[in-house]
């Protein structure tokens, strides 16, 4: 059996692994499970990952430049790259960095950079099995019986054959035996475990619309729309919470110093490609990618993919120069 049942491969193709889907409990026939001449029912096999939406938690591992092989934020070699990850010796950036992205990452790279960031990754990590574990203890279940609910957005699946969705208990019932709470996403956020991170249209209210052209923001109307949708002001109010208790990635002692997406451009070599749009601001701008971490605080960003950009544009959005 695969370890994963969707995988990207070395050449940068995804492929996924399948067989023929269940019918009362049992393998069906390929009768069965021919649908029509271009449809079938399959099952995955091999497990499937799930990237959680709206959120980033800080990286357990990555890959470093020149390996495709994932090591732990733990090992020195973390150390060595993140003490200067803009040493010359090391593969140029695709396109270059600007001269102000490099001095802003700077200030937060160099010595015990990687230590801080896998200390802010176990946090996490222990925090969402903590959550699972006492899902799975309040419905009385075991770890071969429990199931997920997985709520997915406008993009299923990244890049790597994640699926994305919002995750959390599988219970029939709102209220038994206990209300349904919040998904791992939301909790771990309210936590202060893991950081923001608004991807349109992928967070409410933009998920919600029929097509990602209903669901561009009109110019100047960003704060207002925040305002009014509940789950995506919730979300900036517990992150501002969490700075003012200075806990998780503002902990007064060790904050995080580099964002998990920081950790990743940096070592691809590949500048963050995604446009940003200040929540905070009645703005008809568009950021460009490598300038957003002039928004200073991380719960008034949201990213734009680069290839939805020319619909803010045609809506009256303007490219920052």
């Known amino acids: 059996m695969?370890?994963?049942?969707?995988?990207?491969?070395?050449?940068?193709?995804t492929v996924g692994y399948a067989g023929l889907g269940f019918r009362s409990?049992?393998?069906?026939?390929?009768?069965?499970?021919?649908?029509?001449?271009?449809t079938l029912h399959l099952r995955p096999i091999g497990n499937l990952g799930v990237r959680f939406l709206?959120?980033?938690?800080?990286?357990?591992?990555?890959?470093?430049?020149?390996?495709?092989?994932?090591i732990g934020l733990s090992n020195p070699l973390w150390e060595q790259f993140l003490s200067n990850p803009f040493d010359p010796s090391l593969p140029p950036f695709r396109p270059a960095l600007s001269p102000g992205l490099i001095a802003y990452l700077k200030e937060r790279t160099g010595p015990g950079a990687a230590l801080n960031h896998h200390q802010h990754a176990s946090a996490a990590e222990d925090a969402l099995?903590?959550?699972?574990?006492?899902d799975i203890s309040t419905l009385r279940q075991t770890d071969e019986t429990f199931q997920f609910l997985l709520?997915?957005?406008?993009?299923?699946?990244?890049?790597?054959?994640?699926?994305?969705?919002?995750v959390n208990r599988f219970q029939p019932s709102a209220t038994k035996p206990k209300r349904r709470p919040t998904t791992y996403n939301e909790r771990l956020l309210k936590a202060g475990w893991i950081t923001p991170y608004f991807i349109w249209p992928n967070i409410n209210p933009f998920r919600r619309q029929d097509s990602p052209m209903k669901a561009v923001i009109p110019p100047g109307k960003a704060p207002e729309i925040v305002k009014k949708e509940k789950t995506l002001s919730d979300a900036?109010?517990?992150v501002r919470s969490a700075r003012k208790k200075k806990v998780g990635p503002f902990d007064a002692r060790n904050p995080l110093r580099l964002?998990?997406?920081?950790?990743?451009?940096?070592?691809?070599?590949?500048?963050?490609?995604?446009?940003?749009?200040?929540l905070s601001?009645?703005?008809?701008?568009?950021?460009?990618?490598?300038?957003y971490y002039t928004i200073p605080n991380f719960e008034d960003r949201l990213f734009i993919p680069a290839e939805f950009v020319p619909l803010f544009v045609e809506a009256g959005w303007k490219r920052q120069v």
């Open 281 to 291: 601001k009645k703005s008809d701008a568009l950021i460009q990618p490598q300038n």
């Open 129 to 134: 099995e903590e959550e699972v574990f006492k």
């Open 151 to 166: 709520s997915f957005a406008h993009e299923v699946m990244d890049r790597y054959g994640r699926l994305l969705a919002f």
């Open 54 to 70: 709206g959120v980033d938690a800080p990286e357990i591992s990555f890959t470093l430049p020149r390996n495709r092989r994932f």
């Open 259 to 278: 964002l998990p997406f920081e950790i990743r451009f940096l070592s691809q070599r590949r500048p963050p490609d995604r446009w940003v749009i200040d």
């Open 236 to 238: 900036r109010k517990w």
């Open 25 to 38: 409990g049992t393998t069906g026939s390929v009768r069965q499970q021919a649908h029509d001449g271009d």
């Open 2 to 13: 695969m370890a994963n049942a969707i995988e990207q491969l070395k050449t940068g193709l």
